[in-house]
């Protein structure tokens, strides 16, 4: 390996955990990613085979959760990393290796898109149906949480980055989507949600696609999160008559699996809709604050497709007027606004 760099001392454990404690002297290391957490990648190749490094920090990570799921997963049946080694008192885990071709980077090429949206909807009704019985053990995705994460919208997004306050009716209203949101999830049927099943997060691999990452953070939660994430990806969008037809496919498959999805598709379409303003309204947050808190802007030009999707719901369901009718009106106009004053 080359020699550590002096000012990344994480790296230097790794290599060292690597070279001393496992006896890879042979090995390289090259970045393999990184994501909107603390964690890092790296490939090591070792005689012409590889496995993928985790340097998840012990002060700012926790690896247990990654550790639990991991088993989750491996028990179902899914395709996702298994682990190799680990030393978790440095917050190193050695990690088998799905490739280095992500959904989003396969996806510029759009005619791929029919049959990785198949394997993707067919390995998440994998999960629901295979991890029944893990789901209970997970967090749950409760009401305190779902509120949470649409308070990342309005303390983040609205306040912290864009210095938009709200009037007493407006903050009335917002409540009272807020109110509908949280009903809504909490009425769904309770699956394992991964909670970032999305193309970064799906690797394409040439058998038991796709590779699935990032599971740590699953949660016992409603049936039509992940399937959100999917299908209403903030990196990447489809017609909405293309993400209706996956969405209907979803759900032929759950039912066909024995999994509940709605007295009828009208009732899981308008599931799937809901839980959707709520994550949208959650990441487009979470991106302002990873560039105000981590000084990560890379996600902010996310932001409008994000809030889009807000929008185009709204529109589809009356409840909802007033959340459209705010994002319409002042958040995305003053959201293009900064991008354009980033740019400059």
Known sequence: MTEPR???PRLALLRHWLEIDLGWRDATLAP???????????RVTRRESSCIAMDAPPDKENVEPYLAVAGMLAGIGVNAPRVVDRNEE????LLTDLGSVTYLDALADRGRAGRLYADAISALVRIQAGGSAHAA???PYDEKLLRFEMSLFTDWLLGRHLGLALDDDELRDL???????VANALAQPRVFVHRDYHSRNLMVCERDNPGILDFQDAVNGPLTYDLVSLLRDCYIDWPQHRVV??????R?????????????????????????????????GIFARLWHRDGKSGYLPDVPRTLGYVEQACERHPDLAALGELVRERVLPAVRLSLEVNRA
Do not use: C, I, N, T
């Open 6 to 8: 002096r000012d990344d």
């Open 32 to 42: 393999a990613s990184a994501d909107a957490s603390f964690r890092r990648y790296f």
């Open 90 to 93: 440095q917050g190193f885990l």
């Open 137 to 139: 053990s997970l967090p």
């Open 175 to 181: 409540g009272r989507v807020f109110d509908l949101l």
């Open 245 to 250: 037809d996956w969405a209907r496919e979803f």
């Open 252 to 284: 032929r498959e759950a039912l066909a699996a024995g999994l509940e999805a709605g007295a009828d598709e009208l009732q899981f379409l308008r599931w799937f809709d809901l839980m959707g303003v709520q994550r949208h309204l959650k990441a487009s």
